[in-house]
């Protein structure tokens, strides 16, 4: 049973539940031990997302969650809306645009071309989810009808190794500058200023390109980027924040940043670090923070306040 009082949730496990996870657990890497009701306060207008553990350690759902998470990692997980929680947009079934499949190297792109001749071109990041889940080339579409952004390409760019590729990877920079850029540009022709949109590692590795090649990724979208991490580490909660060290350092970084977080993450205190980082040196950046989890809930309710920071601000959108 779950009771939603103003900020506070109570929720009463089931009997055959011993711990309790959830976005402010971390899930299993925090789990809490059950002792009776698990009592949260949470920021206001939160979204939840949790579950249970049972005697061995397995995940399991609570039978009388008020509703079903469309969590694609955790299908037990349940869901809690308080008073004043956002859901994400819903859009029409069918783009005005065209998706295109485009081979680059070895792999195989999709690519989206707006009605309208793209102004800018956008690379996305675990494109395979933005596309399905995340629906980045609807809310584009709904921005652009608007007025809000100017009409996008979108590139939607999957990893074969996801955790390797989006650690500081050679081999994904190489195959992003000298395949995907030129297979695009060749195919499709000129689209405007090239940006890099990631969630997550995703995240990490648009900020990570964004600096290396600030001449050709101008402008960075990053939701919930793991921001713990260094070449050659493989620890996302502990490693040492590398690549925000290197924005300190650097001579010049992209030109607009778009940062975003969940206030029930664990990657909250590094992303906020990064954003004052960004604030101390005057650098061109939005910075959101959305009362949720890492979550494809909070990534699509932030998602086209985020195309709007990257293209709506400076950009002509008539």
């Given amino acids: 049973m779950v009771e939603v009082l103003g900020r506070r949730v109570v929720i009463t496990p089931p009997e055959a539940a011993a711990g309790f ?3 402010v657990t971390d899930w299993t890497h925090d789990p809490w031990p059950l002792y009776g009701p698990v009592e949260i306060e949470l920021p206001r207008g939160a979204y939840l997302e949790y579950a249970f553990l049972d005697a061995s350690g397995r995940p399991m759902a609570d039978p009388e969650a008020p509703e079903r998470a469309e969590n694609p990692w955790r299908p037990y997980a349940g869901a809690v809306w308080t008073p004043g929680a956002v859901r994400p947009p819903r859009y029409r079934d069918s783009l ?12 195989r792109l999709a690519v989206y071309e707006p009605p309208a001749g793209p102004a800018a071109s956008l690379l996305v990041f675990d494109g395979v989810a933005y596309h399905r889940i995340g629906k980045i080339a609807l809310a584009a579409e709904t921005l652009w009808r ?26 994904l920079e190489r195959h992003v500058l000298d395949e995907v850029l030129p297979a695009v540009t060749g195919e499709f022709g000129d689209g405007g200023e090239w940006a890099l949109w990631g969630a997550s590692l995703g995240g990490l590795a648009a900020l990570w390109l964004g600096l290396g090649h600030p001449d050709v990724f101008g402008r960075i979208g990053a939701q919930s980027p793991a921001l713990r991490a260094l070449p050659g580490g493989s620890d996302a909660r502990r490693d040492p924040e590398w690549l925000t060290e290197r924005y300190a350092a650097a001579e010049q970084r992209p030109a607009r940043i778009a940062l975003q977080v969940g206030r029930l993450e664990w990657l909250l205190a590094p992303v906020r670090r990064f954003a004052a980082l960004l604030a101390e040196s005057a650098a061109v950046h939005e910075y959101r923070e959305y009362p949720g989890g890492h979550n494809w ?3 699509r309710v932030g998602l086209e306040a985020g ?12």
């Fill in 21 to 23: 996870i959830a976005d």
């Fill in 96 to 107: 005005m645009g065209q998706v295109h499949r485009l081979g680059a190297g070895s792999r």
């Fill in 297 to 299: 809930v909070t990534w």
């Fill in 307 to 318: 195309l709007a920071d990257l293209f709506g601000a400076d950009l002509d959108v008539r």
């Fill in 146 to 171: 608007a007025g809000v952004v100017v009409p996008l390409r979108i590139v939607f760019s999957e990893p074969e190794n996801r955790d390797r590729e989006y650690r500081f990877d050679a081999g």
